[in-house]
């Protein structure tokens, strides 16, 4: 796989990653912290990036992973945020 297409799949998955976690964000944003739906908002899109991630034939790399992760939960905030924004809360 050429260096170029590589880097493309995985800047791809990187913003997949993030806008998969926006519903979830949102989602979460509404229930009682720590409550089993709360958990299921948050892990909930894992299987789906991983998925994304099989689909792309992207082989794991510990240099990503961070990039990944930030990707993840950087959707969580924006969603929560968004949601919060949307019904007028600072």
Request: net charge positive.
């Amino acid at each position: 796989m050429d260096p170029t297409t590589l880097l493309d799949d995985y800047a791809a998955a990187v913003v997949a990653t993030f806008l998969v976690n926006l519903p979830f964000g949102w989602w979460r944003a509404r229930l009682r912290r720590f409550s089993p739906a709360w958990f299921l908002a948050i892990h909930a899109p894992v299987p789906i990036v991983i998925a994304l991630r099989f689909v792309l034939g992207l082989p794991f790399r510990w240099v990503a992973l961070p990039v990944f992760v930030a990707a993840y939960f950087g959707g969580q905030f924006v969603g929560s945020r968004l949601r919060g924004r949307m019904r007028g809360a600072p």
